[in-house]
């Protein structure tokens, strides 16, 4: 690296650096507090307070003006409300000095009973201390933010961990909220500053500076890598779409088969009429349930009997098949005896038909195997896998999964559940290892951007090397917004620590 270059670029370094620190904290001059737990009567509420006078409330609270609480250990205490200095409770207090705590502020928690009125009191005993206000929604956490304790994707995984029903939903909610997908962002923003850093000095010191084309050349190669990466992660099977609004399952077969019968026991309530009048189930009856800890919208549909002449029933069989297309996993029934009894020299077009439904998603499920008699097993076995070759090589499948069920004599309904979960799992699970989920749409949109920016700069760098930086920088434009805004200049740290330390 010759000198001139050497001093151009550290001036332009000292002129633009900026620590990549999380932000300055804010020191906002009101001091909030609210209920922190869920509202109603409760064994024990918490009350949270913060800001610079969390300590005087303390103080009052406890009318002990000297007080120096232990840091973030529980207290036994008494309260008081300041105005009548009578008792509100008798409680815990936990303090939480600066910077350690939710907000970065100084915190003070009040664990009480959680009864109306001694939450309503002690609230009433916090907000009679001057420069103290109740809290608007989400302002902890929104401090928290503003002190740069969570980022943006932390802060949604929190959200998410709140709004999680099933244990899954949970799981990935508490990962974001610990930061996974912010780290994941992060390092991709991170390679991304390196790749592009070198491309900058390039540009304002390619003339006297020994940044050869080869270097180009590399930051070339890295970008392509980051760019497979982040489309890799946004090919992810529509799993975060999945996670929240459930993995959609639908229940389809001829009529009579006993479809509504299933998605009953299944969500253990009358969710769907039953009767053995075939064709009962014309609209798309959803519930949406928690099976082994993964959200699931499953669907009954109406009857496939695709020889009818019924106008509402052909409606009902044009939705069911819509359902059965978008879903994830496709629940196929059929009447095991209604199988059985089907004269094998009939050339059964109907069924016929149905079998070419059957996909790789479909588990085949033979229900009513009550009444298929003990001493016609042999003969059940034999038909079952003539039935299951037959549609194997009618659509080309490696595999199918079946199982033999009977809703109404509750047979195997547990090992159809460990099959639904063990599907869903292998539906969910998989690469989990490899990137983080995409969930949220917010995501997809900056990552979608981003990727469009770097097949730009990938277009216009070797003819025009200053349109590709531009495109170089809004890709990290797009990436940062997912965490944090974007401070440009985090490329000029990133020169500064590649080039100058040490030299
Ligand atoms: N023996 C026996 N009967 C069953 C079983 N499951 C359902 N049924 C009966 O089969 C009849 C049809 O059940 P449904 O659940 O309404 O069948 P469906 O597939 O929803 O029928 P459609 O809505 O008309 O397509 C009812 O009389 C049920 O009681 C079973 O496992 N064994
Ligand atoms: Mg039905």
Redesign the pocket.
Known sequence: MNRLFKRNYCKIVKDNYRECAPPKFKFFKDTIFNLSSGVGKSGVAIVRVSGPDSKLVLKELTKKSNIEPKERLATLSTFYHPKTNEQVDKGIFVWFPSPNSFTGEDVVEFHIHGGRAVISETLDAISSVDGTRPSEQGEFTRRAFENGKMDLTQIEGLSDLLDASTSYQKKIALKQMQGSIGQFYFSLRKDLIRASAYMEAFIDFGDDAEIDNETVEQSKRSIIAIRDKIQAHLDDGRRGERLRDGASIAIV??????????I?LLSNRKA???????????DIVEVTLDIGGYPVVIG????LRLSTNDIIEKEGIEMAKDRFNQSDIKLF?F?S?QLFNLDNNSNDNELENLLNFIDNETIIIF?????IKNSSQDKWSQLKSNILEKIKTKNNLTNVQSIE?????N?KIKELISLLKLNLSNMFEMNDQESPLLTRARYKQHLTECVESLDRYLYYCDEDIVIASEELRRALLSISAITHPVDLNDLLDVIFRDFCIGK
């Not at 077969?253 to 299933?262: A, D, E, W």
């Not at 009954?300 to 009857?303: E, I, K, P, S």
């Not at 229900?367 to 009444?371: A, Q, V, Y």
């Open positions: 077969g001829p009529p009579n088969s006993g479809k509504s019968s299933l009953n769907s009429i039953v009767s053995p009048i075939a064709g009962t189930t014309r009954d549909t109406a009857g029934l009447d005896n229900n009513k195997f009550d009444l069920i009977s809703c109404n004599e047979i």
